[in-house]
Every structure is written in structure tokens, then in C-alpha cells.
């Protein structure tokens, strides 16, 4: 059974850093992609990045790019998203999803993912 468990989040202040870890388990990530989705209250959920399993391939929504950073540590079966410079407007609740076989990305829309992690609050305020 495919699974994601999310951890990290919390409350920082702009300007600060945090890393958000989605463990994986009933799936090596050879074939997958996964990728980070934000929520904020009132509105929909994005994507904002995501890691090809197979070869690394990383893609980052223009307002995340240059802050935050994907990755993947395939011993720990976990992708990572590190998030720095932070700014309220980041304040949301994180997802992380999966998928088999989605081939060259970009992949930022809700509909091409299969699986997903049950949500981490993140919270930019001083």
C-alpha cells in the first residue's frame, strides 16, 4: 500500500527556514514523481514543486524558486522540501502527492497525483 507521512511545518518567522519531510513507504521512488502542493484558507491548492524519482529532474513554481529546495534521500525513502527566506504569503498547509510514470515535467496539477501526505501547517508570522 502506497503511503506518505509528512512531518515538519510549524510556526516561523519571515525570514526563517524549515524542512518539511515526507516519508514513503510501499514504493521505491524509481518511476515516481513527487511533488510539494500549498493550501492557503480561501483558496486552491498548488503546486509548487516536484522531483522526478528516476533521474532527479527538479521543477519549481516561480514563487518558490530560488527559497525553496527539493529532494531526495533514497535510503530514507523521503523527500524533503526546505524552505528558506520565508514570507507570510508562504503560510499554508503543505502536501506532498505521488505518482507512477508521469514522465517530463513539470507536474503541478492536483489531477496527476495518485497518492498524498495528510497535510503540514506552515505559519509566517512575527
Known amino acids: 500500500e502506497v503511503q506518505l507521512v509528512q512531518s515538519g511545518g510549524g510556526l516561523v518567522q519571515p525570514g526563517g527556514s524549515l524542512r518539511l519531510s515526507c516519508v514513503a513507504s510501499g514504493f521505491s521512488f524509481d518511476g515516481y514523481t513527487i511533488g510539494w502542493f500549498r493550501q492557503a484558507p480561501g483558496t486552491e491548492r498548488d503546486g509548487i514543486s516536484c522531483?522526478?524519482?528516476?533521474?532527479?529532474?527538479?521543477h519549481y513554481a516561480h514563487d518558490v524558486k530560488g527559497r525553496f529546495t527539493i529532494s531526495i534521500d533514497n535510503a530514507k525513502n523521503t523527500v524533503y522540501l526546505q524552505l528558506n527566506d520565508l514570507k507570510p504569503e508562504d503560510t499554508a498547509v503543505y502536501y506532498c502527492?505521488?505518482?507512477?510514470?508521469?514522465?517530463?515535467?513539470?507536474?503541478?496539477?492536483?489531477?496527476?497525483?495518485?497518492?498524498w501526505g495528510q497535510g503540514t501547517q506552515v505559519t509566517v508570522s512575527s
Open positions: 502527492a505521488t505518482s507512477y510514470s508521469l514522465g517530463a515535467g513539470p507536474h503541478f496539477m492536483i489531477y496527476e497525483y495518485d497518492y
Open positions: 522531483i522526478k524519482g528516476s533521474d532527479g529532474t527538479k
